[in-house]
């Protein structure tokens, strides 16, 4: 849940969090990096961190994951200047996004095949609910302070967290082999690093924080001059390149402890996966969906992500042992990722457009549209449990083939709906609360049926493809989505007697939405009839027939 609202909490924090960056309104462009440094972070490394979480004990991976989440909060909360900034939110979406496929691993190393719906329902719930608190909890924050005491409470929620894993979780996330994770180093070694360090904490932290006592004082000023003069950076000065050498430092020193861990992992596929799904999402998570697919650097990362792709398959056939090991995408795996990209794809459409066609009747703010949203994000998680309960009596495919038709019949409805459909409080919320409620009936089934199918020492892996396989679905259904509709919107607007007349133009922004709407009832429906592929029996019910 945490992770979940990190994603969405800088909704309302976004201008202002611009202007601590030294950035205008009227530079909202420039702004996008702070989104998707997280979206980047948060599904680049997945596959990594998913083979991980199968090498060592998930409550490693947790507090690991939770650990880098904290630094990227604090280093926000302190940055006052953009590439900051954005490294911050690049190691909020990384911890963020570990977090998933090692909690998925967890229930299915503490559940056996068929008593998992509930727990995997309650994940899929709370994650889902982080959606919903997320903008609000912002909203809340910017009552009562600034916009740095949002990824100031971030640090105390992620600190909380790890303690009481730590103190809760000592059994929990059983390693498979645990006794090869990586060589002891001696106590003076680990002393020397421990030091390293703490001098790169206190240096990092005085580059980014730069109390105002030493920067204006004569005798201690000089390390927080910045190298360029008149640039105002607080990393590019004397004390900012000390913490950055403290922290190659350290990494050098420390390298012995997590290298040959990485490298088991197949850092090289690792890599070339990043680097691949990195390219996809700079593409079109910086493209303005209201006017543009891709992004300003998409056709330079596009040809670099298809190399990394076939690189990435190169290695799977060539590496003794792959990132993805043969024989992990079996069975039920692979048709639960295909529904997981088509309900990404349903679920961005949702997202993003039901905000849009509210703010097309000309009169509604970006938080009034936003506020509209909600009644289909509260139905979310609602579904997500009410899907984990029907698993102990019906088979996967039973319970997420149904919440999808069942969301592809709300959006068809929605691709009916006109500028002044949302005026209709009852009957909007109605459909809203019925695709909520379908797309969350899905999330347990999904996970379920891949995780039942998965390999015993691949639960990690399994997780991290199937988030990874929503991730994609949302980016890339948002992008070729809206190139249909913005298609159809500049039809619409050729045949206008007067191209000029707003109030024309806002209705051939309605047929942009509708068709998009309709796209994503397409995508709904697909993954409704390849949802039956996930089963129809529960395994509770067939081990108890069986014994």
């Given at each position: 849940?945490?992770?979940?609202?990190?994603?969405?909490?800088?909704?309302?924090?976004?201008?202002?969090?611009?202007a601590g960056a030294g950035l205008g309104i009227q530079a909202l462009q420039r702004g996008t990096p702070i989104i998707s440094g997280f979206l980047l972070g948060y599904i680049a490394v997945l596959p990594l961190?998913?083979?991980?979480?199968?090498?060592?004990?998930?409550?490693?991976?947790?507090?690991?994951?939770?650990?880098?989440?904290?630094?990227?909060?604090?280093?926000?909360?302190?940055?006052?200047?953009?590439?900051?900034?954005?490294?911050?939110?690049?190691?909020?979406?990384?911890?963020?996004?570990?977090?998933?496929?090692?909690?998925?691993?967890?229930?299915?190393?503490?559940?056996?095949?068929?008593?998992?719906?509930?727990?995997?329902?309650?994940?899929?719930?709370?994650?889902?609910?982080?959606?919903?608190?997320?903008?609000?909890?912002?909203?809340?924050?910017?009552?009562?302070?600034?916009?740095?005491?949002?990824?100031?409470?971030?640090?105390?929620?992620?600190?909380?967290?790890?303690?009481?894993?730590?103190?809760?979780?000592?059994?929990?996330?059983?390693?498979?082999?645990?006794?090869?994770?990586?060589?002891?180093?001696?106590?003076?070694?680990?002393?020397?690093?421990?030091?390293?360090?703490?001098?790169?904490?206190?240096?990092?932290?005085?580059?980014?924080?730069?109390?105002?006592?030493?920067?204006?004082?004569?005798?201690?000023?000089?390390?927080?001059?910045?190298?360029?003069?008149?640039?105002?950076?607080?990393?590019?000065?004397?004390?900012?390149?000390?913490?950055?050498?403290?922290?190659?430092?350290?990494?050098?020193?420390?390298?012995?402890?997590?290298?040959?861990?990485?490298?088991?992992?197949?850092?090289?596929?690792?890599?070339?996966?990043?680097?691949?799904?990195?390219?996809?999402?700079?593409?079109?998570?910086?493209?303005?969906?209201?006017?543009?697919?891709?992004?300003?650097?998409?056709?330079?990362?596009?040809?670099?992500?298809?190399?990394?792709?076939?690189?990435?398959?190169?290695?799977?056939?060539?590496?003794?042992?792959?990132?993805?090991?043969?024989?992990?995408?079996?069975?039920?795996?692979?048709?639960?990722?295909?529904?997981?990209?088509?309900?990404?794809?349903?679920?961005?459409?949702?997202?993003?457009?039901?905000?849009?066609?509210?703010?097309?009747?000309?009169?509604?703010?970006?938080?009034?549209?936003?506020?509209?949203?909600?009644?289909?994000?509260?139905?979310?998680?609602?579904?997500?449990?009410?899907?984990?309960?029907?698993?102990?009596?019906?088979?996967?495919?039973?319970?997420?083939?149904?919440?999808?038709?069942?969301?592809?019949?709300?959006?068809?409805?929605?691709?009916?709906?006109?500028?002044?459909?949302?005026?209709?409080?009852?009957?909007?919320?109605?459909?809203?609360?019925?695709?909520?409620?379908?797309?969350?009936?899905?999330?347990?089934?999904?996970?379920?049926?891949?995780?039942?199918?998965?390999?015993d020492d691949a639960h990690g892996t399994v997780s991290s493809l199937v988030v990874v396989a929503r991730m994609v679905g949302m980016v890339v259904g948002l992008a070729l989505l809206t190139a249909v509709g913005?298609?159809?919107?500049?039809?619409?607007?050729?045949?206008?007697?007067?191209?000029?007349?707003?109030?024309?133009?806002?209705?051939?922004?309605?047929?942009?939405?509708?068709?998009?709407?309709?796209?994503?009832?397409?995508?709904?429906?697909?993954?409704?009839?390849?949802?039956?592929?996930?089963?129809?029996?529960?395994?509770?019910?067939?081990?108890?027939?069986?014994?």
């Open positions: 849940m945490l992770a979940a609202a990190d994603t969405y909490v800088v909704v309302l924090a976004l201008p202002d969090m611009m961190i998913g083979r991980l979480a199968d090498l060592v004990p998930r409550r490693h991976i947790l507090i690991a994951c939770l650990a880098i989440f904290v630094v990227g909060s604090a280093v926000t909360a302190v940055a006052v200047e953009l590439p900051v900034m954005v490294g911050g939110r690049f190691l909020q979406g990384l911890g963020g996004g570990g977090l998933v496929p090692a909690t998925l691993a967890l229930v299915a190393d503490l559940w056996p095949p068929g008593r998992r719906g509930m727990p995997l329902g309650l994940v899929g719930a709370v994650q889902e609910l982080g959606a919903v608190l997320g903008p609000l909890l912002g909203a809340a924050v910017l009552l009562v302070s600034t916009w740095r005491a949002i990824f100031w409470l971030n640090v105390t929620l992620g600190v909380l967290c790890a303690l009481a894993i730590w103190a809760l979780g000592r059994t929990a996330g059983r390693s498979r082999d645990e006794g090869a994770v990586a060589r002891r180093s001696s106590r003076l070694m680990s002393l020397l690093i421990v030091v390293v360090a703490l001098i790169a904490t206190v240096l990092t932290v005085l580059a980014l924080w730069a109390p105002q006592a030493l920067v204006t004082s004569v005798a201690y000023g000089e390390p927080f001059v910045p190298l360029a003069p008149g640039s105002g950076s607080r990393a590019a000065t004397p004390i900012g390149l000390a913490a950055a050498v403290a922290i190659l430092v350290l990494g050098l020193l420390s390298a012995p402890r997590w290298l040959p861990l990485l490298l088991r992992a197949d850092l090289l596929g690792a890599t070339l996966v990043a680097l691949a799904l990195g390219s996809l999402v700079l593409t079109f998570s910086s493209a303005d969906p209201e006017t543009e697919v891709l992004g300003p650097w998409g056709l330079w990362l596009l040809p670099v992500g298809a190399v990394a792709v076939v690189g990435f398959v190169i290695r799977q056939r060539t590496a003794a042992d792959p990132l993805v090991a043969p024989g992990v995408v079996r069975g039920r795996v692979g048709p639960a990722l295909v529904v997981s990209l088509l309900v990404g794809a349903a679920l961005v459409a949702i997202v993003v457009d039901v905000p849009l066609l509210a703010r097309l009747d000309g009169e509604t703010t970006q938080t009034q549209a936003a506020l509209v949203l909600v009644r289909f994000l509260v139905a979310v998680p609602v579904g997500a449990v009410l899907g984990g309960l029907l698993l102990r009596r019906i088979g996967p495919g039973l319970v997420a083939a149904p919440g999808l038709a069942l969301a592809a019949g709300a959006l068809v409805v929605m691709a009916t709906w006109t500028r002044g459909s949302l005026a209709e409080d009852v009957s909007t919320t109605l459909v809203l609360a019925a695709a909520g409620l379908g797309v969350g009936l899905a999330i347990a089934p999904v996970n379920d049926a891949a995780l039942a199918d998965a390999r913005l298609r159809r919107f500049y039809d619409a607007v050729a045949l206008l007697p007067d191209p000029t007349d707003a109030q024309a133009l806002l209705d051939a922004g309605v047929v942009q939405v509708q068709t998009v709407f309709t796209g994503a009832a397409i995508a709904a429906a697909l993954a409704a009839l390849l949802a039956l592929r996930l089963g129809r029996r529960s395994a509770d019910r067939d081990r108890v027939t069986a014994s």
